[in-house]
């Protein structure tokens, strides 16, 4: 069940915080850049300006090392995963 929660925070172009989470959502099946590589800005702002301060919906998935929730996440029944496959590591 997809829990919806408001977007505080995007740190890079596939992880964020909500305002009710200590950790911060994973979006499944998605690795864009880190911080250094190169499209890491471009997926960070892609990302930001899809969610930044919007209401998501949040089916978690599975916890990962970092105990961050990997999910699928949805905008206005719209997926946030597909819509950020375009800014993947290549």
């Not at 864009?32 to 301060?53: C, H, N, R, V």
């Not at 719209?78 to 819509?83: F, G, H, L």
């Amino acid at each position: 069940m997809a829990r919806k929660e408001k977007v505080t925070k995007v740190i890079d172009g596939d992880t964020f915080m909500t305002d009710r989470r200590k950790h911060p959502v994973r979006i499944a099946n998605v690795d864009t850049p880190e911080k250094g590589q190169p499209g890491y800005s471009q997926a960070k702002k892609a990302l930001q300006s899809l969610i930044q301060g919007q209401e998501v919906a949040i089916d978690t998935k599975a916890r990962d090392r970092y105990n961050r929730s990997v999910a699928n996440v949805k905008i206005e029944g719209k997926s946030v995963n597909r819509a950020m496959k375009d800014f993947e590591e290549k």
